[in-house]
């Protein structure tokens, strides 16, 4: 091939490649349109709207407290009432079963396509409230938080649920 056919074919691919870069990173509008669909992800400060009366929030309703502070400084608001215990148990067969199992003993279904948990019920002598609060809250090393699923109140319940099945 004479070289000057080289240098077009190379010239050839490297625009090509080129534009296909631009394509992705520049976006066109049609790119975009489908991966910022703007009803879903409205650009941070541009609009806010207030939930419709009687609609359960989601989302985290606290400022951000890592574990380790929280196990230090949240003491539980809520006595540990056969009510409060009831409700934490409720929550916990809701949302803990799946991976810790009925007792807590770290054999629920998905423990074993995901990670086995801990025994609860002989660990938790070593956490404060505040540390069990906390991993409801925004979850272990691996487990998924569930702040935004269970409120402030009921997560505290929980801890209570927690306290009652410790061994
Ligand atoms: C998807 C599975 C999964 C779910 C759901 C889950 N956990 Fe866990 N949990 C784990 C795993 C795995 C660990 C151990 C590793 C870690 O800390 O992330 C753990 C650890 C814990 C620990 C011990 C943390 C420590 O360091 O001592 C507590 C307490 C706990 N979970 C409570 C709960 C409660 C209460 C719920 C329900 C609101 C819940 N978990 C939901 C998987 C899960």
């Known amino acids: 091939m004479r070289p000057r056919n080289v240098l077009l074919l190379a010239g050839i691919a490297i625009a090509g490649i080129a534009a296909s870069y631009g394509a992705v990173v520049v976006g066109w509008p049609w790119y975009q349109g489908l ?3 703007r009803e879903v992800k409205p650009l941070a400060g541009s609009y806010s709207w207030s939930l419709p009366a009687g609609t359960v929030p989601t989302g985290e309703t606290e400022p951000p407290l890592a574990r380790r502070e929280a196990a230090e400084l949240l003491e539980n608001p809520n006595p540990a ?3 409060s215990i009831a409700t934490g148990k409720e929550m916990f ?3 803990c ?3 810790h199992g009925n007792d807590g003993h770290g054999d629920g ?3 074993e396509k995901f990670f086995k948990p801990p025994d609860l019920p002989s660990i938790m002598g070593r956490r404060t409230d505040g540390y069990l609060y906390a991993t409801i809250r925004n979850g272990g090393v691996v487990m998924p938080p569930h702040g935004y ?3 402030p109140s009921e997560r505290w319940d929980l801890v209570n649920y927690l306290r009652s099945i410790q061994e």
């Open 35 to 37: 991966v910022l669909p």
């Open 149 to 151: 699923r269970i409120p």
């Open 93 to 95: 067969a809701t949302y």
């Open 97 to 99: 079963v799946l991976c």
């Open 109 to 111: 279904p998905v423990s």
């Open 81 to 83: 009432t056969p009510a």
